[in-house]
């Protein structure tokens, strides 16, 4: 990768995280990586390539972990399904990895990720189901086998909220320890992470009480 390149996708990265997709720039990230209008649309086309291009280089070797985990813990299931939580954890743990991988600015990454879902920006909805939609099937049916009497519906709405809760953990989360007067730190992994994947845990396995939810899959 050139030098000029890293630069643009490092800025970026940091304006996305501190301002948001559509509160950013192009003339601001040129501003500062120091490269003209040209050099941006020479490596990336256009903003939404850039975005796509920041989130691939960090999310891409994330998404080989969480692949490899799962694997894992399937084949340690024996033909059985595994664990909720083992599914959970292979999940979101590589997550953690890159966060706390300063020489990959994870920490940076971790705030991008929690404002593009606060934002819900179209961009990041296209970009997950242009590159992610095998890793959501994977974990998707990895849930099913574990939860056979969870419609698949159900199942949708409950990756759904793990991914926003996820999202939030990872952002770090600066009220939580406010309002606990310092008692809960969500900057903490090792303190975050054992209660995300058991509150998480607990959810999956929670009775279907929503009545049209109760319909079986077809």
């Excluded at 990586?33 to 280089?57: C, M, Q, T, W």
């Excluded at 059985?80 to 994870?106: K, M, N, S, Y």
Aim: proline share 6%.
């Amino acid at each position: 990768m050139t030098g000029t390149k890293q630069r643009i996708l490092e800025v970026a990265e940091r304006l996305f995280a501190e301002r948001g997709f559509s509160g950013t720039s192009l003339r601001t990230i040129i501003g500062e990586a120091g490269v003209n209008l040209a050099a941006v649309h020479y490596h990336f086309h256009s903003k939404d390539a850039l975005l796509e291009a920041v989130i691939l280089r960090r999310l891409e070797p994330v998404n080989r972990e969480r692949l490899a985990m799962l694997e894992a813990c399937e084949h340690a299931a024996r033909g059985g399904p595994p664990p909720v939580e083992d599914i959970l954890r292979a999940f979101i743990e590589p997550t953690v990895h890159l966060v706390r991988d300063p020489q990959r600015r994870g920490s940076i990454f971790a705030r991008l990720m929690g404002r593009l879902h606060a934002e819900a920006a179209s961009a990041f909805a296209e970009i997950a189901k242009k590159h992610f939609g095998e890793i959501g099937r994977r974990f998707k049916e990895a849930l099913e086998r574990a939860l056979p009497e969870v419609p698949q519906s159900e199942i949708f709405w409950r990756m759904h909220f793990a991914i926003g809760a996820m999202a939030q953990t990872l952002r770090g989360s600066p009220e939580l320890e406010a309002l606990s007067g310092g008692q809960c730190r969500a900057s903490n992994p090792e303190d975050a992470v054992p209660r995300l994947i058991a509150f998480l845990a607990a959810g999956f396995q929670a009775p279907v009480s929503i009545p049209h939810a109760q319909e079986k899959v077809s």
